[in-house]
């Protein structure tokens, strides 16, 4: 499987995020899906040994997004989306300290707009969370506020 790029400072891939899970995703192309795994450490809890709803969400989010690159050249902008809208739902609570997998897909594709989903499993394959979003490629003007040409440099493939 081909890995994805990183990021800099992204909370939920970031490489030089001190606070961020530093999570690094795979291009599964004959299943057509992304794939990560992730163990979130108890320091993100809501209650003791149960990840908080929100980084749930948020790694939800970014892979659902991630699943766009499965079509599209990693290094381009054409390859990045913004959620517009997103509905997690919570099937079981999800474990802190345990390796989760997180698997992300394209529902409807589109160059301007896409319905994408992602889900957490845990590593019997019981899914505790999963989302639905609607993603849409953002205008020039907010590549040009996120300073692109210098954040470039940091978007790509790591080593582990």
Not at 30 to 36: I, L, N, W
Not at 79 to 90: A, D, I, P, Q, W
Not at 108 to 125: H, K, N
Not at 128 to 133: F, H, P, R, W
């Amino acid at each position: 499987m081909e890995k994805q790029p990183n990021s800099r400072t992204c909370f939920v891939c970031g490489r030089q995020n001190d606070i961020g899970l530093k999570v690094s995703w795979y291009n599964d192309y004959e299943k057509q899906e992304v794939r990560a795994t992730v163990s979130i450490p108890e320091h993100f809890n809501s209650y003791p040994g149960f990840v908080h709803g929100g980084i749930v969400s948020a790694i939800l989010d970014e892979t659902a997004g991630r699943a766009i690159m499965l079509d599209r050249e990693m290094d381009s902008l054409d390859c990045f989306m913004v959620t517009t809208r997103l509905e997690t739902k919570y099937r079981l609570p999800t474990p802190t300290e345990q390796p989760l997998t997180v698997v992300g897909w394209v529902l409807r594709p589109g160059r301007s707009r896409a319905r994408v989903a992602s889900e957490i499993r845990l590593q019997d394959g019981t899914v505790t969370a999963s989302c639905e979003a609607t993603v849409l490629r953002p205008p020039q003007k907010y590549f040009e506020m996120w300073n692109w040409e210098e954040e470039q440099k940091y978007w790509r493939v790591y080593d582990d």
